[in-house]
């Protein structure tokens, strides 16, 4: 799950993959804009298959905080990632 959410933060926001880390700030270290938070949801929906709401991404400020949120829901794999 980790090495997909860094492709879709590069992806989104241009930043060297081999700078995401976990400790990484959204906004200051990896450059997302408030536009590149809601290409986030919409990530999130079409690669995990889960909807983030609203007020629960606009709290995340790092990519670990982006990875515990995941985690916790207990997202299964789609069929892309596992092939």
Known sequence: MQDRL???L???S???P???QPESRLMEDIGIDSLGFYE???EADTSFGIR???E???KFRTVADIQRHLESLDIQPTHAETT
């Open 6 to 8: 860094i492709e879709i």
């Open 10 to 12: 590069h992806r989104i």
């Open 14 to 16: 241009g930043a060297d």
């Open 18 to 20: 081999a700078t995401i």
């Open 40 to 42: 986030i949801l919409i």
């Open 52 to 54: 983030i709401r609203e």
């Open 56 to 58: 629960d991404l606009l």
